[in-house]
């Protein structure tokens, strides 16, 4: 319960302060990659155009679209393999293909379906052969070859067929089968496993073949009721056995031409895309796209781009799908048609994806003006909405492989952090909601080699934007925690609104990953802590430059408390927490346990965060964070910049260990030299030294309320920077500096 109160907290003081805006859906949603799966398997005869302008697109009940076409040498086909002779003599007309005039019952984008003829041989009842007939079929030279979604069928009792290239050629064999039984009682129907009846699978890719049936023993005592030996090539699964198809009548004929058909493949050219592509012989249209034939002949097909459908060998190519005719939104939802994809935006009031198998569009109540009971309402309501949410993603994280799991975390999260920042459409705008393909080619699959830091919160890699920007991705540890995603979504919410010269700058985030990934502008030269400690760099660090950063920092702090619309706290000052570009200018950095607060609270009442050795002692005895918090922190980096040491020393006895205590009572002793930095002591003007340790004894004040507030603080660094000492200044330190001295030695007690 202690999160849930954390995050009424965040929520509450977020709703009261600002109204909804609108257009939410549009900032996070717009663009949705997920395209809608309407793929048919008859596109080619969809849309406007499926035939050759002036070609007739029918023959009889068959619909022709090109690359076929009707009429032979009419020109209404891609090339005279593709040309349909139409036979109008029948009722209705009939449809051939090809010079072995295949009756043609289905076009389809990768098959065609020929009417079906079997073979057979049938004995009287003296065992002389009555009637036979042979399938044989030669598409050689043609684009046309058999499929292997047909098989080889035998019905028969002492049986066997062998699909070969020439009669009779049974050592050569390309599909074989066996069918032998008994008696009558044996079978069974729906079963084709070599009683009665054989089915076989045939190779890919065959064009010219010869399929009859045989005798296998001569057993006559069969011939009863089996007179004749039967199979045929057709469609799998179209065929189910019946006992009585045993007994070989002219139903069973009539039902192999009229209900199996033969599957035949179609491919444009031999020629596969990479051969073709690029030579005037390349026919795929606008919105299309090439994919190479997977039979053994080659060639290739085009289809369309998802999204778009009709005919794409015809110009002007596939037509953009309006998925909005297959109602894919919610119901509180406006769906938009857009090239390709589609839309779904909640109305007024409503969050989240807007689809029907999404989240939908959750009714979120809009705050009244500044009551608190309307806060508390639409802070639970919000809350149980997060919880909902959250829940969501929990069960679905089960549930789902990985790949959806990530495309909902994109929604759960996606509908939490728009719940949180509603209010703030004029600054979110500037947010990009980056892909984790762009963002894992930028960073090179997060690769180790690119990790420039690893911090409690996760792990910092370098990358580089297609556009060549450099930037920096936090990816958060995992999230399994509401306070991690609360620390997540509340960095996102703070830097939004935030835009100053010394805070560092958030580009965007990363929704549809496992973790979220927050993007930032990046900041080449480290942290100030690294300049301050690491010996190793060799780099002058001059009291100017010193000065000049702590300004800065005191400044964006400044900025931060009093100059937003209402104060945020950074909660986690520290050096390493202040970056550095190119020019050593500070960046602050670290947003994820900060927090806004309405002007009429004066502290939050939270658990203690933020870093040892930077803690406000009486945030720490009383878990109430204030703005004077923030000071103490700054203070102790001020300290950091004088004395060139680490807040917390591990060499040094127990008491001398906090640097605020060393600090302190080298100031009280008057013997500020002997702590100070000896790259400074040289460089630098006595006095300002001085001022800046006095200011820092200031900030670290056990009494938070007298400690300067930062923007006092910023002003002071500023004119010590210029000298100009203005007499308010001037006069503020006077005024206070004899309180000061009372409450050190008290404070110094508690520290130690
Ligand atoms: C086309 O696809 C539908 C749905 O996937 C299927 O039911 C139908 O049998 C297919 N037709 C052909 C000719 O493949
Ligand atoms: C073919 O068309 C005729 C009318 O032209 C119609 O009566 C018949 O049902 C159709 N057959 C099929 C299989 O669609
Ligand atoms: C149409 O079919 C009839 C009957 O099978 C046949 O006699 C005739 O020659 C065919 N016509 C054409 C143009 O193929
Ligand atoms: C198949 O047709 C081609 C050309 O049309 C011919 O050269 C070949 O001999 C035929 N094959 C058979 C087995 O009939
Ligand atoms: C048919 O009968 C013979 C001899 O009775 C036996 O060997 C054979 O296994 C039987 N075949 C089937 C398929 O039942
Ligand atoms: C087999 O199916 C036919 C038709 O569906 C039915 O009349 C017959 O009783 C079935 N035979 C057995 C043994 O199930
Ligand atoms: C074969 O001929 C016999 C007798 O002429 C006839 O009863 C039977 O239906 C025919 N079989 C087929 C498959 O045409
Ligand atoms: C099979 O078809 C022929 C002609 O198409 C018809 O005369 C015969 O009655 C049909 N047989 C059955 C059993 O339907």
Excluded at 25 to 44: A, C, Q
Excluded at 124 to 149: Q, R, V, Y
Excluded at 517 to 531: A, K, M, P, Q, W
């Amino acid at each position: 319960m202690s999160s849930a109160l954390h995050f009424a907290y965040l929520v509450i003081p977020l709703w009261l302060s600002w109204s909804v805006a609108n257009d939410l859906n549009d900032i996070f949603f717009s663009g949705s990659d997920d395209g809608v799966e309407v793929y048919s398997n008859m596109s080619l005869a969809e849309g406007d155009h499926i035939t050759k302008p002036g070609c007739p697109s029918k023959c009889g009940n068959l619909t022709v679209p090109y690359p076929f076409g009707v009429g032979i040498n009419s020109g209404c086909s891609i090339n005279p393999f593709f040309d349909i002779s139409c036979n109008a003599s029948f009722n209705p007309p009939k449809a051939f293909l090809g010079s072995d005039q295949l009756e043609v019952e289905g076009i389809y984008d990768t098959k065609i379906y020929i009417k079906n003829r079997p073979a057979f041989n049938c004995f009287d009842k003296s065992g002389k052969l009555a009637n036979e007939s042979h399938f044989s079929m030669n598409l050689s030279g043609t684009p046309f070859s058999l499929s292997n979604e047909n098989k080889l069928t035998v019905i028969g009792c002492d049986d066997f067929s062998a699909l070969t290239t020439t009669a009779y050629d049974y050592d050569n064999y390309l599909g074989l089968c066996v069918a032998i039984c008994n008696k009558t009682q044996d079978l069974s129907n729906g079963s084709c496993s070599g009683i009665g009846c054989c089915q076989a699978s045939i190779p890919k890719g065959l064009q010219v073949i010869y399929l009859e049936v045989s005798k296998l023993n001569d057993q006559n005592a069969v011939q009863s009721f089996n007179p004749c030996g039967y199979s045929f090539l057709a469609e799998q699964n179209s065929y189910e056995f019946q006992i009585s198809d045993i007994s070989v009548d002219s139903s069973l004929v009539n039902k192999t031409v009229g209900t199996l058909p033969l599957v035949i493949d179609w491919a444009i050219g031999h020629r596969n895309c990479n051969q073709i592509q690029n030579t005037k012989d390349f026919i795929c249209q606008g919105k299309s796209v090439c994919v190479d034939s997977d039979t053994v002949l080659g060639g290739y097909r085009c289809i369309c781009s998802q999204g778009y459908k009709g005919n794409p060998y015809l110009s002007p190519g596939c037509q953009d799908i309006n998925e909005c005719e297959y109602n894919l939104c919610h119901e509180k939802a406006i769906c938009t048609n857009l090239p390709g994809s589609y839309d779904c935006a909640c109305n007024h009031g409503y969050y989240g994806d807007g689809e029907h198998d999404g989240t939908g569009c959750i009714f979120v109540p809009s705050p009244t003006k500044n009551t608190l009971y309307a806060g508390l309402l639409i802070g639970s309501v919000s809350f149980l909405a997060l919880l909902l949410s959250f829940w969501v993603y929990k069960v679905l994280k089960r549930r789902k492989a990985n790949k959806l799991k990530q495309k909902y975390f994109k929604r759960n999260g996606g509908l939490m952090l728009q719940q949180q920042i509603s209010a703030h459409d004029h600054v979110l705008e500037k947010i990009r909601n980056f892909t984790a393909k762009e963002l894992e080619r930028a960073t090179d699959r997060f690769n180790e080699s690119r990790i420039i830091g690893k911090g409690g919160q996760g792990t910092v890699y370098k990358g580089m934007l297609s556009d060549g920007r450099i930037i920096a991705v936090k990816k958060s540890k995992q999230i399994d925690k509401n306070d991690q995603l609360a620390e997540f979504i509340n960095e996102v919410v703070i830097l939004s609104q935030i835009n100053h010269r010394n805070v560092v700058k958030l580009l965007g985030c990363c929704l549809e990953t496992e973790v979220p990934l927050l993007v930032y502008e990046f900041i080449s030269n480290g942290t100030l802590f690294g300049l301050i400690h690491d010996q190793s760099t060799g780099f002058p660090f001059s009291w100017e430059m010193r000065l000049r950063i702590a300004a800065e920092v005191a400044n964006a702090l400044s900025y931060l408390h009093h100059a937003t619309s209402i104060p945020i706290y950074h909660r986690d000052m520290k050096t390493n927490n202040i970056l550095l570009d190119e020019k050593y200018r500070a960046k602050l950095a670290d947003f994820g346990i900060s927090k806004s607060v309405t002007v009429d609270q004066t502290h939050l009442t939270t658990k203690v965060k933020g870093t040892f050795g930077y803690l406000d002692p009486e945030y720490f005895q009383t878990s109430k964070f204030t703005g004077k918090s923030d000071v103490y922190s700054f203070g102790v980096v001020l300290v950091e910049l004088l004395t060139g040491q680490k807040p917390i020393s591990t060499s040094v006895t127990e008491e001398e260990r906090s640097l605020v205590t060393r600090f302190l009572s080298a100031m009280e002793e008057n013997r500020l030299q002997t702590i100070l930095d000896s790259q400074i002591i040289e460089q630098s003007v006595d006095e300002e030294i001085l001022t800046v340790a006095k200011l820092a004894k200031r900030c670290l004040n056990l009494n938070g309320r007298k400690r300067p507030n930062i923007r006092e603080v910023a002003m002071e660094l500023d004119s010590i920077r210029t000298c100009e000492n203005p007499s308010i200044v001037e006069s503020h330190i006077q005024e206070i500096s004899w309180v000061e001295t009372e409450s050190l030695v008290f404070s110094e007690d508690r520290i130690a």
